[in-house]
């Protein structure tokens, strides 16, 4: 495994001037993000079918272990706060289980009969996507989870970071970003770690956008939850309508907070045909403001 790879250029790295030492771990990171280039085809595919899946009802599940998951994880809890998208519709499969989150559960990464049977306890099916995520790629425990989601009927997506690695072979969707060797021999939470984090960036919030959670560049599923972002909601409500801060403020209150459809009562709909609107052209903002989206 090329993630595993000893570099010899750092034999010495722990004898280096420490400014020299954090150097070479920065190139590596500027690497990282290059190596996902080659894999933008495929994220643009996975996001696709995944959004094709997910209709109004797929839960999006994350798979991992150690380093991974936690990565994982972090993406996924973004995506209510950034999307409005529900909690209800997000999974983890996480070696160890929760706990694995905070505190290192190593061994638990080789339970291939968990990870099946966490996807099987989640019912996963046809209208769900599973992410499963792991720097070698050989990790027992999302092999099995990924396998037994593929079994299930569910949209498999796989993240790693070795070329020709189990997890890519069985998933409908390989994401490969091919990172090399670590600075720090093995130290896959570096480059590895960093490269998933982009994968899953932009594979979720691609997904996002292909479901209409965004509007000229701007999160219009967003749920204003505190002062700033009630703040940003108003002036996404004034930028779109291009009506007045007041005027943005009080379509949002009409609208029970929901950005999309407080575009449309400031377009002159109240909130029932507003909403009505949104729900016939799937929550998409961009469709319902055309001309012939009815009334």
Known sequence: MTTELNDPKYDDLDAWPTLDAVAAMWDGQVQAVAAVRAALPAIAR????AAAALGDRG???YAGAGTSARIAVQDGVELPPTFGWSAERLAYATAGGADALVTSAE???DDMAAGASDIDAMEVGPADVVIGVAASGTTPYT???LRAAASRGAVTIAVANNAGAPLLAVASHPILAETGGEVIAGS?????GTAQKVVLNLLSSAIMIRLGGVYRGMMVAMPPTNDKLRRRAVSIVARIARCAPAAAQAALATAGNDIKVAVLVCGGLDAGRARERLAKHGGNLRAALQPAAGP
């Open 59 to 61: 839960r999006i599940v």
């Open 188 to 192: 896959t939470r570096m480059k590895a």
């Open 46 to 49: 996975a996001a696709d079918a």
């Open 107 to 109: 061994g638990a990464e």
């Open 143 to 145: 092999v099995a989870a």
